[in-house]
């Protein structure tokens, strides 16, 4: 599986971070998965440490872009995460979730996930979202105003469709069940950080995916 991602992002603070997946098995649970992710969810559970208190605000700044305000439910999908591990009963998923939750709390940034088998093109351009462009993100047929959000659009001759951004991912390219292969996009708040942390980040990820699945193959790339 060929992929192609291109960003047109030059004048915002972000980089993306790429992994790719193939040959996974969703129902292949690495061993010690439950065990890390506990680890991380006590760590964030009674407060930030100053790095990941960093991470979380410039992540929101990140998205700071025209008329779109990362506040309320228009957050990063990682503090969603972080109010979680504040609860008891942070929800266990399956595989490939738990692994993106565990990276997401461990480096406090958000991802998406897709199923590339279920999308239109390989082909992924990174922009901010115009006018009129949204995409439906549950079963409940609730919708995500994309204008002026960071997006990722899969890119056919006639068309960009949305399906990712660091808030809401589009219900018809979510990973599920059946799910063979995976895409993974890491919105990384640079001026926070550096390139090389990035990738460590992104080689943490694409470990704990190669697990799951005794002949996963990953690659890793910055956008």
């Known amino acids: 599986m060929d992929f192609k991602f291109e960003q047109q992002l030059d004048d915002i603070d972000i980089r993306i971070g790429i992994v790719t997946v193939q040959n996974i098995n969703i129902s292949n649970y690495p061993d010690d998965l439950d065990q890390a992710l506990e680890t991380e969810i006590s760590r964030v559970k009674p407060g930030l440490d100053p790095q990941r208190e960093t991470f979380r605000q410039a992540c929101r700044e990140m998205l700071r872009n025209g008329s779109y305000k990362p506040t309320g439910r228009a957050k990063p999908s990682s503090e969603y995460l972080l109010r979680e591990a504040a609860k008891d009963n942070f929800p266990k998923i399956n595989a490939i979730v738990d692994i993106n939750n565990l990276i ?11 199923d590339p088998d279920r999308a239109p093109s390989s082909e992924i351009l990174f922009r901010l979202g115009n006018e009129g462009e949204s995409f439906e993100f549950n079963t409940a047929g609730q919708h995500i105003d994309l204008k002026d959000l960071v997006t990722g659009f899969a890119v056919t001759a006639d068309r960009q469709q949305p399906m990712i951004n660091p808030v809401k991912d589009a219900l018809a390219t979510k990973t599920t069940d059946e799910t063979k292969n995976v895409g993974a996009a890491v919105y990384y708040p640079i001026n926070a950080g550096n390139t090389e942390h990035l990738q460590k980040l992104l080689d943490d990820f694409a470990g704990w995916l190669g697990k799951a699945g005794d002949q996963a193959k990953t690659s890793t790339a910055i956008v």
């Open 104 to 114: 997401s709390l461990r480096y406090m940034v958000p991802i998406s996930l897709w």
